[in-house]
């Protein structure tokens, strides 16, 4: 079974940084796509940024590109956000999720993965 474990999120002023971790167990198979999505209350889920553990290919939201960066840990079963120059409406509770895949490209859609973590709660605020 596979499991995801997030941490990281806080509280932190516009402007500042915050890194996110996602801890996967239970992958059976190397191909795999993780995913960050965020959801603010009253707002719809969106998808932030996702990576290929296979191939390190790497897709982001519009409204983050140039400030978050999805990363892979030395043992391909941790993932990061590292988020920079963060606004007020980057405040959401921030979900990983993942599925088996040997694929590409992995979406920014929800609806691709079948395991999501618990969330991690990220408040930009002054």
């Known amino acids: 079974e596979v499991q995801l474990v997030e941490s990281g999120g806080g509280l932190v002023q516009p402007g500042g940084s915050l890194r996110l971790s996602c801890a996967a167990s239970?992958?059976?198979?190397?191909?795999?796509?993780l995913a960050w999505f965020r959801q603010a209350p009253g707002k719809e889920h969106e998808g932030v940024a996702s990576?290929?553990?296979?191939?390190?290919?790497?897709i982001y939201a519009d409204s983050v590109k140039g400030r978050f960066t999805i990363s892979q840990g030395n043992a391909a079963n941790t993932v990061y956000l590292q988020m920079n120059t963060l606004k007020l409406e980057d405040s959401a509770m921030y979900y990983c999720?993942?599925?088996?895949?040997?694929?590409?490209?992995?979406?920014?859609?929800?609806?691709?993965?079948?395991?999501w973590g618990q969330g991690t709660q990220v408040t930009v605020s002054s």
């Open positions: 990576i290929s553990i296979r191939q390190g290919y790497t």
């Open positions: 999720a993942a599925v088996p895949s040997g694929g590409f490209r992995c979406p920014l859609d929800r609806d691709f993965y079948n395991t």
């Open positions: 239970g992958f059976t198979s190397s191909g795999r796509c």
